[in-house]
C-alpha cells in the first residue's frame, strides 16, 4: 500500500494527502517517458566503470567558476555551503552545466555539478557524451534523484542542481512533486521546496505556504529558533518561508506577513526573519508592527528586530529607527538584539554603541552588551575601546573592556593591554590583563611575559 504523509493548508484548513507512490510515478513520467528508455540514461549505463562526462546550456542568469563555485540569481553554490541573498564573486561567469557521474556496474553512484570552465585531469578512466539538449538533461536528473540521494557524500546539497540549472523551461511540477513526496530524504525535499521559490513565480506560493503552515505548533521553550535542517515537517516549514521571501516579484510577502501574523509561535519567529531577508517595504513595515505590538511574544518581537538589522541590504533609515525606539523598549532580550544589530550599521552604529556604554542611565548590564558589540563590530575603532577602559570608573566595566580588547589581536589593542599588565594602578587590572595576554600568539607578548618572568 503506498504510503501517505498529510499537512494543512492555511486558508481553508483542508487536509491535503499526499501518496508516495503516484506522487513518483508522476515525477518520472513528467520527467521522461521511462527513465530506462531515454537516449542518455542508456548511454550512460553502457558506459563503463569510472566517470561519465555530459554538458548542457544552462539557464539565463547561472554561472560558475569551473569548480565548485555556482551561482543562480540570489543563490550561490560552494563546496561546503550554500546561501541566498546578495553576493559578488567576480570568478563566476556564463557557461554551461557539466556534470561528472561516476559509475560502477551500469549505476550512478554519485554526481558532481560544475557551471563553466572545462575538465579537470582525473586517473579515472572517463567516458565523454559531450553535449545533450537540457531538456533531456533535465529528465534524465530529475529521474535519477531517488537513485543518488541516498548515496553517501558531501554533495547531497546539489543533488538537484543540473535537473534545475538546465535550460529546459518550466519544472515547477517536477519540484512540487518533489517536495510533496514523503519518500524522497529531507534534504531532497528541501531543495525542492528552495527551488520552488528560486524558480517559480505568484503559481507557486499557496504550495509553499501550505508546506508553512504544516510545521506544527511550534515549541514554547525558551529558544523559538527553527532552521531548515529540524527533522520532518519542521524543518521544510522553515524552508518554505525561506522560499517565500524569494519568489519573483515579492510575491510571496503577503503570505510571509500572514504567517507572522497569525501563525503559531515557531512559524512566527521564522516568518520575520525572513521578512527582514525580503527587502520589500511591506515587509519592513510588517516587521515595525510586530516589534511595537506588546501583546507578541518577546521572542517573536526581538527576532523580528533580529531579521529587520541583519537584511541583504539593510537601509541606514531602519538602523536609526531602531536606535529611536531603544528608550522605549522594555525587553532585555529586545535591548539587546538592537544593540547586536548595530554591529550590521555601518554608518552610526560604533558611535552609538559606545555612546551606550558611557551613559550612565543605561544599566550595567545594557552598557556591557553595547561594549561587547562595538568590539565585535571591525569598524569600532580600537582607541574608542581603549577610551571606554580608561575612562571608566566601575570595576565591572573596566574588567569587561579588558575582555573586549582581549578579543582583538591589532597592535593597539595588544599595546594596551601590555600598558594595563605593567603598570595599571590596580594591581586586579594588571593580573587580568597578563592572563588574557597568554592567550595570545605574539612574539611582542611572548617577550613581554618572558621579561616579567625574569625579574
Not at 499537512?7 to 513518483?24: C, K, M, N, Q, Y
Not at 524522497?184 to 508553512?212: C, H, M, N, Y
Not at 507572522?260 to 521564522?270: E, V
Not at 531579521?307 to 532580550?333: C, N, W
Request: aromatic share 6%.
Amino acid at each position: 500500500m503506498a504510503s501517505t504523509g498529510e499537512f494543512v493548508t492555511s486558508s481553508t484548513g483542508d487536509s491535503v494527502r499526499f501518496s508516495t507512490l503516484p506522487i513518483a510515478a508522476a515525477l518520472i513520467a513528467a520527467a521522461s517517458p521511462a527513465f530506462a528508455q531515454t537516449d542518455l540514461a542508456t548511454r550512460v549505463s553502457r558506459s563503463p566503470d569510472g566517470v561519465v562526462h555530459v554538458q548542457f546550456a544552462s539557464r539565463p542568469g547561472t554561472c560558475g567558476d569551473g569548480h565548485d563555485a555556482i551561482g543562480f540569481r540570489r543563490a550561490f553554490f560552494a563546496e561546503s555551503f550554500q546561501s541566498i541573498g546578495r553576493w559578488n564573486a567576480p570568478t563566476c561567469v556564463a557557461g554551461p552545466v557539466r556534470v561528472a557521474l561516476t559509475v560502477s556496474g551500469g549505476q550512478v553512484t554519485r554526481l558532481k555539478t560544475f557551471v563553466s570552465g572545462s575538465w579537470t585531469a582525473t586517473a579515472e578512466r572517463v567516458t565523454d557524451l559531450g553535449t545533450v539538449t537540457p531538456t533531456e538533461a533535465a529528465s534524465y536528473f530529475f529521474a535519477l534523484i531517488p537513485r543518488v540521494e541516498r548515496v553517501d557524500g558531501r554533495d547531497k546539497s546539489r543533488i538537484l542542481l543540473p535537473a534545475v540549472l538546465a535550460d529546459a523551461g518550466d519544472v515547477v511540477p517536477q519540484l512540487t512533486s518533489l517536495a510533496r513526496d514523503d519518500g524522497r530524504t529531507q534534504e531532497t525535499r528541501r531543495q525542492a521546496i528552495q527551488w520552488l521559490g528560486l524558480l517559480g513565480d505568484s503559481k507557486v506560493v499557496p504550495t509553499l505556504v501550505a508546506f508553512a503552515r504544516a510545521g506544527g505548533a511550534g515549541p514554547v521553550s525558551e529558544d523559538v529558533d527553527e532552521d531548515d535542517a529540524a527533522p520532518g515537517m519542521k524543518g521544510l516549514a522553515t524552508s518554505a518561508m525561506a522560499a517565500l521571501s524569494y519568489v519573483a516579484d515579492g510575491a510571496g510577502v503577503p503570505a510571509l506577513i500572514d504567517i507572522a501574523r497569525t501563525g503559531s509561535l515557531g512559524a512566527r519567529n521564522s516568518a520575520v526573519f525572513w521578512l527582514g531577508q525580503a527587502g520589500d517595504p511591506r515587509a519592513i513595515a510588517a516587521l515595525h508592527a510586530i516589534i511595537e505590538n506588546t501583546r507578541e511574544d518577546e521572542r517573536v518581537r526581538a527576532h523580528a528586530i533580529f531579521g529587520l538589522s541583519h537584511g541583504d541590504d539593510t537601509p541606514p533609515s531602519e538602523f536609526a529607527y531602531l536606535r529611536a525606539i531603544f528608550s522605549r523598549v522594555m525587553s532585555e532580550k529586545m535591548k539587546e538584539q538592537i544593540l547586536m544589530g548595530m554591529g550590521e550599521d555601518k554608518s552610526n552604529g560604533s558611535t552609538w554603541l559606545i555612546a551606550k556604554v558611557r551613559d550612565n542611565s543605561e544599566s550595567m548590564e545594557t552598557r556591557k552588551k553595547a561594549l561587547f558589540w562595538a568590539g565585535q563590530r571591525d569598524l569600532t575603532p580600537t582607541r574608542d575601546l581603549v577610551g571606554v577602559y580608561r575612562t571608566a570608573t566601575e570595576s565591572s566595566l573596566k574588567e569587561h573592556a579588558l575582555f573586549v580588547l582581549s578579543q582583538r589581536d591589532d597592535d593597539e589593542a595588544i599595546t594596551e593591554l601590555m600598558r594595563i599588565a605593567q603598570s595599571d594602578s590596580d594591581k586586579h587590572m594588571r593580573s587580568r590583563a597578563l592572563f588574557w595576554l597568554g592567550q595570545k600568539d605574539d612574539p611582542r607578548v611572548t617577550k613581554f611575559i618572558a621579561d616579567r618572568i625574569a625579574r
